[in-house]
């Protein structure tokens, strides 16, 4: 079975960094697809950034471009969210996701692409 745990959310001044880490076990990484998601109150989810485990495919959402990265430790199946020069409106849980379908390149950005969620961490960016 797929588990997925994240850990680093927290609250960040406007500009600082955070980091955040998803300890991921059973049918995850190895040229599957994995990410995060991020949903703020009033809003709905929305993919920030994925990535094909093994490989340097990934995908960011246009409003976090440049700021944050994503990436996958192959050795120990752990998925991160290195978040730099946060704003406000970054403030919102953010959930670790997978799939267990491998792809050939690229990774999708539905909600229901990714049938395994995290139990999420909130991020919280003061003005």
């Given at each position: ?6 850990s ?5 001044q406007?500009?600082g ?32 950034a994925?990535?094909r ?18 990436s ?18 970054d403030t919102?849980?953010y ?7 491998r ?6 950005s ?7 969620w995290?139990q ?8």
């Amino acid at each position: 079975q797929v588990r997925l745990a994240e850990s680093g959310g927290g609250s960040v001044q406007a500009g600082g960094s955070l980091r955040l880490s998803c300890a991921a076990s059973g049918n995850t990484g190895s040229g599957r697809c994995m990410g995060w998601f991020r949903q703020a109150p009033g809003k709905q989810r929305e993919a920030v950034a994925t990535v094909r485990a093994g490989a340097d495919n990934t995908v960011y959402a246009h409003s976090v471009k440049g700021r944050f990265t994503i990436s996958h430790d192959s050795a120990t199946n752990t998925l991160y969210l290195q978040m730099n020069d946060v704003k406000p409106e970054d403030t919102a849980m953010y959930y670790c996701v997978a799939r267990e379908t491998r792809a050939r390149s690229g990774c999708p950005s539905g909600t229901s692409d990714y049938p395994h969620w995290g139990q999420g961490t909130q991020v919280t960016v003061s003005s």
